[in-house]
Each structure stands twice: as structure tokens, then as C-alpha cells.
């Protein structure tokens, strides 16, 4: 946080915004945490208020932390608070929806359920299940996180038209279109997506949507073992059928003595006739695991709320991926990880999503005290992971450990293509991009 008071930040933002769109001391202890509260948290109305508020903050200096609707901000993670955070949960007016083009856009603070209960009447949807609660479909964009359905049907980067957005200086632009086939030269939208917020501020969102499939089906087998259920994984995904989504579960790992519940959920969507051929071809394949066992609607609406928030209450929170021919042995690297290493780790219990279509693994603790021999096995598994040209990224941790996997980044970044679009987009450096 720069020397600017909270007082000072709120009479000058005090402005630009009514007061009721300003907040400070207690009122914005929720959108940092309670070690570190930011000074202002401001909610403009529009993308001209939120060009005003940064133009204001680049010519004082003042750092922004761009947020949704503060779902996914883990600000301790980062080494101070920032002067102010900048929401966009005022903002969530659907701009133009025209059923018939199969598109719409919407300003970025309208929450996915909202966005929902608008398409839902017209049989459409958007397939987009990223984990977590209320979040705006802004977050979701900028974050570039999809779930399990993101093998059949890709994630922001593939759904998402065209935004609007604010960069560092204040300086409103748009990117992509409204229709399908929009891009001529540089795709600023691809750029955006995934970006954290550290290049500009996003304000709309046009999305490309679906109509909604006839019949929807999730199929179950339970296993005794994780590698198990990965072989039968990867069998669902190397047969010509399409399920939605592939998911390996794991409700409770084998720590301390616990015993484990292994499940791989098929998720089928479609007309009639292509789910019932898609499924018999699914009992034939997975007959020698013991068979398939279809969810009731509501058993499947559960578990598929489980996926979504499993990382609830973690305090640690890893996403692993892979190629996903090799979702085996990225499951026995997090196994290595969590493992209790003679007693000496005092983790409690961890928690597994693969997506197994992508071989993406999600890991959440919920408590994880690290032992001495946990920066070896974390060596380890980025080593492996980077062996076989994985990745890992750290979604959420408490600061301590944070700073102890810093340097451990086994992706490859530009840093002068990096500098040079943060010198373009934000050329003051204000714009801090936290996890929304």
C-alpha cells in the first residue's frame, strides 16, 4: 500500500462515486482479509466510472486490485494490501441477448447464476462449470478457470466473444465482437483471458452460448484405488464417444490411516438417441470395473455441486496438470505429497478433482502442516511435473508457505514479452491482478 490514507483515498475517490459506493474500515475488511484490509473498495456503476477511478489512481500511484464479487480474492497471499480495491459487483446489466444469435453480452459483475435465470427459459445454457460459489462471470474470464466440462466444451478462452475493458491509465477499449468469427490480427480477447487482472480491468462480457441438451445423464463407477479408476478414466477418454466430462474423485485421501472414497463420474450429454448409444458403448468398455450406475438427477446435481466446491474451507489449494494419457502418475505425485512419511506429516486430510479429459488435478487442504520433509516431496513432484512438460500452479496457500514456493515455478514465462505488455496495458503499474 502507498503512504495515501484510507482517509485521503476515500475523499478523493468521494469524487468520482456516491459514498454508498465507497468503502473503507470495516466495511472493506471482507474483501482483504483481516490482516490485510485495503483502504477503499469502490464499486462503480459503469465502464465510464471505472476509466475515472483509474485515472485517478494512475496519476496518484495508488495500487487496484481488480474483483468480481471478492469470491476468489486471497489477498494475504501478496506482500501488502492495495490501496484500493476495485469491484465490479455494480455493474451486472444484461447489455443485449438475442436468443436467436446464441450470444450474450453482459457487464462482468452479473454471477453466473444470474446469468442462468436469464437463458435457462430460452432452453439455452452456458457450458461453463469453474469451482467455487456466486462467482461473476468476469472473474471467471479473467481468471480463464473452467472444470470438468471444459474437455467437451472448452473454457473462457473458447467461450468467450469479445470484452470490454479498462487499462491501468484509464483508457476504455474493446476487443473481439459480438459474433462468432470476430478477430482480424492480435487477439487482445485470448490476451485478457487468464490475465488476473493485471493488465486491465474488465467491464463486459460477450459469451457465446448453447442451446440446452435434451437429455443429461452422469454415470458412476467406484473403485477400491485411485490408479484403478485412472485406468478406467483413461479408457472413457480414448473411446470415440464425447462424455462431457470425465472426473476422478477423490473424497478422502489414504492420510493417516483414513480410508479413502474413489469415484469416476461420466458425464453424458445430448439427444436421446446419442446419449443411449453413447452409454451402452461406456458399459461395454468399463464392464471389467465393475460396471456403471446411473445417478438420479438429484444424486448428480450433488455430486457435481461437490466438484465445484470442493476447494471450500482449503487452506492450500494446487492445480496439477498433465498430459492425460498420464493422469496415473499425477495422481501418485500428489499421493507423495500428502503422504504421512513415517508420521512425520501432521497433514489432516486432503481432497482430489481430475479432470480427466484435460488432466487437470485440483488439490485442496484443508489444514496442511507442513513437515521438514515437505519441501523435498514438493521438489520432487515439480521435478517430475516437469519431466513429463506439467505445470503446477499455486491457487491459494497461506502466506508462509506461499513465500516457500516462490522460485519453485516450473512454467516457462517471457518476461520481456510480459514487461512489454504491462508497460502498454498499465504503464504506471498499479494494477495488482490478485485471485479473485
Not at 444484461?94 to 462482468?108: F, K, N
Not at 487477439?187 to 435434451?214: K, N
Not at 521438514?372 to 508462509?400: C, F, I, K, Q
Request: negative net charge; charged residues 20%.
Amino acid at each position: 500500500m502507498s503512504v495515501v490514507s484510507a482517509a485521503g483515498l476515500t475523499s478523493a475517490l468521494h469524487e468520482i462515486l456516491p459514498r454508498e459506493r465507497v468503502l473503507n474500515g470495516e466495511a472493506a475488511q471482507r474483501w482483504g482479509g483481516s490482516k490485510r484490509t485495503p483502504g477503499v473498495v469502490v464499486f462503480p456503476a459503469s465502464t465510464d466510472e471505472a476509466a475515472r477511478v483509474l485515472t485517478r489512481a494512475c496519476e496518484e500511484g495508488w495500487t487496484v486490485e481488480p474483483a468480481g464479487s471478492g469470491t476468489w480474492l486471497w489477498s494475504e497471499s501478496a506482500a501488502s494490501p492495495p490501496d484500493l480495491v476495485l469491484s465490479t459487483s455494480g455493474m451486472v446489466r444484461v447489455v443485449e441477448y438475442d436468443p436467436a444469435d446464441l450470444t450474450v453480452t453482459a457487464e462482468a459483475g452479473i454471477t453466473l447464476s444470474a446469468l442462468a435465470s436469464l437463458i435457462t427459459p430460452q432452453h439455452q445454457w452456458l457450458p461453463l462449470d469453474p469451482p467455487g460459489r456466486s462467482h461473476s462471470l468476469g472473474a471467471v474470464a479473467t481468471t480463464g478457470v473452467s472444470g470438468p466440462l471444459g474437455a467437451s466444451w472448452g473454457g473462457p478462452r473458447d467461450l468467450v466473444l469479445g470484452l470490454r475493458a479498462v487499462t491501468g491509465d484509464g483508457r476504455p477499449f474493446s476487443a473481439g465482437g459480438r459474433v462468432v468469427k470476430n478477430v482480424a490480427g492480435f487477439d487482445l480477447v485470448r490476451l485478457l483471458i487468464g490475465s488476473r487482472g493485471t493488465l486491465a480491468f474488465v467491464t463486459e462480457v460477450t459469451m457465446r452460448l448453447s442451446s440446452l441438451p435434451e437429455v443429461d445423464h452422469t454415470m458412476l463407477v467406484r473403485g477400491d484405488s485411485l490408479d484403478e479408476l485412472a485406468d478406467a478414466a483413461a479408457r472413457v477418454c480414448a473411446l470415440s464417444v464425447t462424455p462431457a466430462a470425465v472426473e476422478l474423485l477423490v473424497r478422502e485421501m489414504p492420510v493417516g490411516g483414513r480410508r479413502m472414497e474413489a469415484v469416476l463420474a461420466v458425464r453424458v450429454l445430448g439427444g436421446r438417441e446419442r446419449v443411449e448409444a453413447e452409454t451402452a458403448e461406456l458399459r461395454v468398455s468399463l464392464a471389467d470395473f465393475g460396471g456403471l450406475t446411473r445417478l438420479a438427477p438429484e444424486e448428480a446435481d450433488a455430486l457435481w455441486r461437490e466438484v465445484r466446491h470442493f476447494e471450500d474451507g482449503a487452506e492450500l489449494v494446487l492445480r496439477l496438470s498433465i498430459n492425460p494419457a498420464r493422469i496415473g502418475e499425477l495422481i501418485g505425485f500428489a499421493q507423495v505429497l500428502c503422504s504421512v512419511g513415517d508420521g512425520q506429516c501432521d497433514s489432516t486430510r486432503a481432497r482430489l478433482a481430475v479432470h480427466a479429459g484435460t488432466g487437470v488435478m485440483r488439490l485442496a487442504a484443508p489444514k496442511l502442516r507442513v513437515d521438514a520433509g515437505w519441501d523435498e516431496r514438493m521438489d520432487d513432484l515439480l521435478g517430475s511435473l516437469a519431466e513429463r512438460d506439467g505445470t503446477l500452479t499455486v491457487t491459494r496457500a497461506p502466506a508462509p508457505l506461499r513465500a516457500r514456493l516462490k522460485g519453485r515455478d516450473i512454467s516457462v514465462v517471457n518476461g520481456e514479452l510480459m514487461s512489454g505488455l504491462k508497460a502498454v496495458f498499465d504503464p504506471s503499474g498499479i494494477l495488482s491482478g490478485g485471485h479473485r
